[in-house]
């Protein structure tokens, strides 16, 4: 089997992706910590992965701290001899505009989600690097974390700062042969459930249909298991050459993000003063706006969403 003798933690894995996630690791004969804040869910992820004869154990605690981080790294070690793979996946959201959002809304997004990975990473690396493995980190981002959405600065925030941690990392990590990517899933969630543009994908998947083939092939958006196959396989020794990549899956659409770079640059004499920014550096600018937000293509009619 593909993972066969290797160990996984999932963070935020009692549901969702997350859940998903692991349960794809496992049945590629990974062992896996399963981690959530809701002991309920995590024992009942556990459950249905032991139901599959995969092996799992939970650990209920909220990421962010270096404590939780710990425990993870040695609920692993304990319940399965060590740790090879782990999954950052644990997140929350507190959507509003900005002149709505309090200090706390944003505090406590950026602690799950830009701490959480960060911690956790910490903690698998140096495990990673006493014990001579060649570990493998994939860190979940999103799509707002590439192009920002209305109402998310917080959740824009962690997201791009965990793409820009993941380059850092990969040349961190390169000496000790751990690979380390971003993955960029592009799937029906609790939070897509409730956006009307996504109905009748949502209402297919959930009477066991195929969604149309405009959301999984034109939007190259689709379910969390079209997401799992990409966690497994960069978790897996076949992608020993792929690190510090951004990596999108949705649907039957994969993607390779391409690193920030410049889309334009000229050069002005003595550099450039205000005169000549109002004059060629305004052209040159304005000839190469970039966009902002994702801009999603209008639903064909049999697609928009029922009125009433």
Aim: aromatic share 6%.
């Amino acid at each position: 089997m593909l993972l066969e003798g290797k160990t996984a933690i999932v963070t935020g894995s009692g549901a969702g992706l997350g859940l998903a996630y692991a349960q794809e690791l496992a049945r590629h004969g990974a062992a896996v910590v399963v981690n959530d804040v809701d002991a309920e869910a995590a024992e009942s992820a556990v459950a249905s992965i032991r139901s599959e004869g995969g092996r799992a154990a939970a650990c209920v605690a909220p990421v962010g701290s270096t404590e939780a981080a710990e425990q993870l790294v040695s609920t692993a070690v304990e319940e399965f001899g060590g740790l090879d793979i782990l999954v950052t996946n644990a997140g929350i959201l507190r959507d509003r505009s900005l002149l709505k959002m309090t200090d706390e809304d944003f505090d406590a997004v950026i602690g799950v989600h830009l701490r959480g990975t960060f911690t956790a990473v910490r903690a698998a690396f140096a495990h990673f690097k006493s014990h001579q493995v060649p570990g493998r980190i994939i860190c979940i981002g999103s799509p707002t974390g590439q192009r920002g959405t209305f109402g998310q600065t917080n959740y824009a925030a962690a997201k791009a700062g965990i793409v820009g941690m993941v380059r850092t990392w990969a040349l961190e990590m390169r000496r000790s042969e751990v690979c380390v990517n971003a993955v960029i899933p592009v799937a029906a969630t609790a939070m897509t459930k409730t956006v009307p543009y996504f109905q009748k994908a949502v209402e297919a998947d959930d009477r066991g249909e195929p969604m149309p083939d405009f959301f999984r092939k034109t939007l190259g958006f689709g379910t969390a298991d079209d997401v799992a196959g990409l966690v497994a396989f960069l978790a897996s020794d076949d992608a020993a050459e792929i690190t510090g990549q951004v990596i999108g899956a949705g649907g039957d659409r994969l993607q390779v993000w391409n690193h920030p770079q410049a889309a334009a640059e000229a050069l002005h004499a003595g550099g450039w003063d205000v005169e000549a920014l109002q004059g060629e550096g305004r052209r040159l600018i304005e000839e190469h706006l970039q966009t902002v937000g994702e801009k999603l293509p209008e639903l064909p009619a049999e697609l928009r969403p029922e009125q009433g």
